[in-house]
């Protein structure tokens, strides 16, 4: 059974469009959080979630709008879709609020790529 | 601004020698963390080292830990091909007093057989 999944696992499109990634676990996890991964494979956390309440929110643009139904569940919209937004999206879950302390489990990746 | 920076970047090795990885980071730190990634994958934890601690071991890892010189080293031992990827140390840091793991740009390792 995959403990983080994530759908679609390649996404290709033009700039200017919308487009959103999912993210499930079935870890029973407390927390999720979505990370970006660029071309030299530095990986810097954009935003967690806690029992679906946000946490933390990196700076990222408000054109990236997380949203979580339920704690099993946080998907990632993004508008208007710069070039600079292409990277591969990880997706990651935690037991714990305490993220930094605790293991992370990494869902497969999102490889986004805008034209 | 980045919290790890792993040393060397890239390292090639052949099948049962030793590959030792080293990360540096900046401020105070409650734990530090080693992940390795597979090419096309996402990241899997491999062991947890807290600031109180000096070394771990787990299998073929060895982690230590010198909070003196705000650094750490993973060495693997025996090294396989399946060896071959991304390392990478990731440390929580109290002087930025979020709950955030912050990530090194990683080592890539390569294992020929």
């Known amino acids: 059974d995959t403990a983080v999944s994530q759908t679609p696992k390649y996404l290709v499109t033009q700039m200017g469009n919308d487009k959103s990634i999912k993210c499930e676990q079935n870890l029973g996890h407390d927390t999720m959080y979505w990370y970006k991964q660029d071309s030299k494979k530095f990986l810097k956390i954009m935003f967690s979630?806690?029992?679906?309440?946000?946490?933390i929110n990196e700076t990222v643009p408000n054109r990236f709008s997380p949203k979580s139904p339920d704690k099993a569940h946080l998907n990632l919209h993004i508008n208007s879709l710069e070039l600079g937004d292409s990277a591969v999206y990880f997706c990651?879950?935690?037991?714990?609020?305490?993220?930094?302390?605790?293991?992370?489990?990494f869902g497969p990746g999102t490889r986004l790529t805008v034209l | 601004s980045q919290q790890g920076e792993e040393d060397p970047q890239a390292l090639s090795i052949q099948e049962g020698e030793n590959a030792t990885m080293n990360c540096s980071y900046k401020?105070?730190?409650?734990?530090l963390q080693w992940y390795r990634q597979n090419s096309g994958r996402g990241l899997v934890h491999l062991i947890l080292?807290?600031?109180?601690?000096r070394e771990k071991h787990s299998g073929r890892l060895r982690v230590t830990l010198d909070t003196s010189k705000k650094s750490s080293s993973l060495l693997i031992t025996a090294s396989r091909a399946a060896d071959t990827a991304s390392y990478f140390c990731?440390?929580?840091?109290?002087?930025?007093?979020?709950?955030?793991?912050?990530f090194g740009t990683g080592t890539r390792l390569q294992v020929f057989p």
């Open positions: 990651a879950s935690s037991q714990f609020l305490a993220g930094a302390t605790d293991t992370q489990y």
């Open positions: 401020t105070s730190i409650n734990n």
């Open positions: 979630y806690n029992n679906k309440e946000l946490i």
């Open positions: 080292i807290r600031s109180n601690e």
């Open positions: 990731a440390t929580d840091s109290i002087s930025y007093n979020t709950d955030k793991l912050i």
